[in-house]
């Protein structure tokens, strides 16, 4: 899966396993891509590497949530339902041209 954004093309993971949900993008350099939490309303950056963009999304990938440059060792909750929210963490300044209300939309490979 892909997102297009920024006229930049971000491969996207999708976090679908315990252990892609524990690990998410911690101790990551030079991130180059997104990971999308699906059911999910609340994120941390403890142990991140570096900054990186949070997207709170609805169930429709409206964007109902944006957070830019979020350092390490921060906790993100969306005040949402978790079953109908999911969390896309991007690159640092890759979301800068996406705004609140937009809806994402992402392509199969």
Do not use: M, Y
């Given at each position: 899966m892909t997102l297009?954004?920024?006229?930049k093309c971000y491969?996207?993971?999708?976090?679908?396993?315990f252990l892609k949900r524990?690990?998410?993008?911690m101790g990551k350099k030079e991130i180059d891509y997104g990971m999308l939490f699906p059911k999910c309303n609340?994120?941390?950056t403890f142990f991140m590497k570096e900054?990186?963009?949070?997207?709170?999304?609805?169930?429709n990938n409206e964007v109902i949530y944006k957070y830019?440059?979020?350092?390490?060792?921060?906790?993100i909750k969306i005040n949402y339902d978790r079953k109908k929210t999911s969390i896309l963490e991007?690159?640092?300044?890759?979301?800068?041209?996406i705004k609140v209300g937009t809806i994402l939309l992402f392509s199969e490979d």
């Open positions: 297009n954004t920024n006229k491969p996207i993971v999708i976090a679908n396993t524990l690990f998410g993008l609340s994120i941390h900054s990186i963009d949070v997207i709170g999304l609805d169930e830019e440059n979020l350092p390490k060792n921060n906790i991007l690159p640092q300044n890759a979301s800068s041209k």
